[in-house]
Each structure stands twice: as structure tokens, then as C-alpha cells.
Nanobody, 114 residues
């Protein structure tokens, strides 16, 4: 079973930046489109960024221009660079395939203070 490990979250002031990482030890995800998701309290989990195996990216309108997804297939790792953070970005962030096919990890908490 694939075990996803997210890291890099924390508490940051509005306008700040964070870089999230997601590793999938023991797996080769080079051929999978990967995604970063987030879930705020009381809300459904949503896909905010997606990257194909070839490196093409897509973003939710709410994060477009502020977040950047990237991947390093040699390290089985996907990243999310988050800039100009807003309080509404506060959520637990998860990675998974773009279709959410693997078991969900613990996620990493991102809290943005105003």
C-alpha cells in the first residue's frame, strides 16, 4: 500500500510563503498525474493543484498565480510552493494522485493568520 507523507506546513502570516513536500517512499509515481488537495474545517476536500507525468500543471482559480506545483520523479516527491498566502488558505493539505486513488496520508496543517 502506498504511504504518502506530507510535510512543510505551519503557521504563517497573511502574505507569507510555505513550501509543502509529499514523498511516496517505495513507489514509483513517475507515470501518475499527482495533485495537492486541501480540506478546511467543515468543508469538502478540494483539488487545488495538479501536475501530469509530463509536467503540465493546472490550478484551482482560488490559488492560480499564487501556488506552484512541481515534482521530482527521481525522489518520488511532489511539491507545492505557496506564496501570498491568505487566511482562506487555512486547511489541512494532502497529496495524492490526481484521481485520489491512493490511501490518504495524515496531511500537513497550514494556518494563515490575518
Amino acid at each position: 500500500q502506498v504511504q504518502l507523507v506530507e510535510s512543510g506546513g505551519g503557521l504563517v502570516q497573511a502574505g507569507g510563503s510555505l513550501r509543502l513536500s509529499c514523498a511516496a517512499p517505495g513507489t514509483i509515481f513517475a507515470f501518475n498525474a499527482m495533485g495537492w488537495y486541501r480540506q478546511a474545517p467543515g468543508e469538502r476536500r478540494e483539488l487545488v493543484a495538479r501536475i501530469t507525468s509530463g509536467g503540465s500543471t493546472n490550478y484551482a482559480d482560488s490559488v492560480k498565480g499564487r501556488f506552484t506545483i512541481s515534482r521530482d520523479n527521481s525522489k518520488n516527491t511532489v511539491y507545492l510552493q505557496m506564496n501570498s498566502l491568505k487566511p482562506e488558505d487555512t486547511a489541512v493539505y494532502y497529496c495524492n494522485t490526481a484521481q485520489g486513488l491512493w490511501a490518504w496520508g495524515q496531511g500537513t496543517q497550514v494556518t494563515v493568520s490575518s
